[in-house]
């Protein structure tokens, strides 16, 4: 699976962006997808998945209640609607294939894309 992650930008905190991670391949739809992210001098971490199969949602606790993944097998994309932004959501916001291991998520493939920034200014 390709994906290339776009919609990223400056915003002001309080503001909203959406993310989008166009995929190719037919088997987008068998495929959880998730979304990570990685600020500067931090290891990457993960933010939201969402199961290709039956829609089933996961977030990290720190974006609970202000982000939204959703996903259109049809279009083969994945979303990440990210309102009520903070400046600590500054970071690269990276798309992939997941799979959960424990309680960790981590990029089925291994490889990441070139990932689209977001800032948030307070």
């Known amino acids: 699976v390709q994906l290339q992650a776009s919609g990223g930008g400056l915003v002001q905190a309080g503001g909203s962006l959406r993310l989008s991670c166009a995929a190719s391949g037919r088997t987008f739809s068998s495929y959880f997808m998730g979304w990570f992210r990685q600020a500067t001098g931090k290891e990457r971490e993960f933010v939201a998945a969402i199961r290709g199969s039956d829609g089933s949602i996961y977030y990290a606790d720190s974006v609970k209640g202000r982000f939204t993944i959703s996903r259109d097998n049809a279009k083969n994309t994945v979303y990440l609607q990210m309102n009520s932004l903070k400046p600590e959501d500054t970071a690269v916001y990276y798309c992939?294939?997941?799979?959960?291991?424990?309680?960790?998520?981590?990029?089925?493939?291994?490889?990441w894309g070139q990932g689209t920034l977001v800032t948030v200014s307070s």
């Open positions: 992939a294939a997941v799979a959960m291991r424990g309680t960790t998520w981590y990029n089925l493939f291994g490889s």
